[in-house]
């Protein structure tokens, strides 16, 4: 059993000075990887690089734990024989290497900060991403706007503008917010990283264009705002003339009696003049119906229906 004890304090003074040695090679080493943690502006590069670093400091991590954990092993086993004096020469020098263990936490909060840049990156480019496939929607929304508008009524046509405004204001809103994100995210100045500028020239070409989206929106917007007063002008036009054009397609038909005398002359001659005054009038109400329609931003299908209506009035 002595030479058996003997025999385990031999090697742990021998572990001990080799544990120490080595330690030190991954203190060293350590402070170079930190130096090489930096940020990179292209996303699938950083991403990558993310998981090499969180690889090397896990590795160089654990290696560093489990020295300092043998180091304290090998300090246990030769205690049994080691003289008080020497206990305390060897405790000093273990204090002194774990003092030096800090640099494990400096080397993960430093690559912790570096995973919440790629992850900040990873949102900032999933959102520009995510409106510059929007705002094609949006646009073929404005558009089929546009190409149905003699098919909508104007209120239908305002709704549906309005609607799009809406979620029109509601991405400009991200993209003051993704603005924001750019200035702390990405360098500023004149020499910026080509991938950096990548970023801010993709966020500038999309706002401009969701901007200029927005005022095209507000134009027609605001043109079919005055649609609704013209077509209300229109359809109250038509509402009157209508029944009195019905009415009267009904007198048509029966015909006049012919008069057997001076008062029935008469009486005949005013029933005409008072429907050709009635005439005079209600075709009034149908150009004055008609002149609000094309005022409309589309009106074929108004058109289409004066006509239609004047052709029987024309009869």
Same mark, same amino acid.
């Given at each position: ?38 940020? !990179? ?11 090499? !670093?969180?690889? &090397? ?13 043998? &180091? ?19 405790? #000093?020098?273990?204090? =002194? ?15 912790? #900060? ?7 990156? %990873? ?19 404005? +558009?089929?706007?546009?190409? =149905? ?20 204001? =509601? ?33 500038? !070409? ?41 009415? %009267? ?31 005079? +009038? ?27 209506? #004047? ?5």
């Amino acid at each position: 059993d002595r030479l058996k004890l003997l025999q385990e304090t031999k090697e742990a003074w021998v572990g001990y000075a080799e544990n120490n040695e080595t330690i030190a090679a991954e203190f060293e080493n350590a402070e170079g990887e930190i130096k090489k943690v930096k940020k !990179r502006y292209n996303l699938a590069s950083a991403l990558d690089d993310l998981k090499k !670093r969180q690889d &090397i400091y896990n590795t160089s991590n654990n290696k560093i734990t489990g020295l300092f954990d043998s &180091i304290n092993s090998n300090f246990k086993c030769m205690c049994i024989t080691m003289p008080d004096d020497k206990k305390k020469i060897i405790e #000093k020098e273990i204090k =002194a290497v774990g003092e030096k263990l800090e640099v494990t936490g400096r080397f993960k909060e430093k690559v912790d #900060k570096l995973q919440e840049f790629c992850t900040a990156l %990873s949102n900032f480019d999933a959102s520009l991403k995510s409106i510059d496939s929007w705002k094609d929607d949006a646009t073929a929304e404005l +558009n089929d706007i546009k190409a =149905a508008s003699d098919k909508m009524v104007p209120e239908d046509r305002v709704a549906r503008t309005m609607d799009l405004q809406e979620d029109i204001a =509601a991405k400009m809103a991200i993209l003051v917010e993704n603005a924001a994100t750019e200035k702390d995210l990405l360098p500023q100045g004149e020499k910026v990283p080509q991938d950096a500028q990548d970023f801010k020239d993709e966020l500038n !070409r999309i706002t401009k264009y969701v901007t200029e989206l927005q005022e095209k929106t507000k134009s027609e917007c605001s043109k079919y705002s005055e649609d609704v007063k013209f077509w209300a002008e229109y359809r109250t036009g038509i509402k009157e003339f209508t029944p009195w054009l019905v009415e %009267s397609e009904g007198s048509c038909t029966e015909g006049l009696a012919k008069p057997t005398n001076l008062d029935e002359v008469k009486a005949l001659n005013e029933k005409v003049g008072s429907f050709a005054k009635s005439c005079e +009038n209600y075709l009034k109400v149908l150009l004055s119906a008609d002149g609000a329609a094309k005022k409309m931003t589309t009106h074929a299908e108004a058109d289409n229906e004066v006509a239609a209506l #004047k052709g029987r009035f024309d009869k």
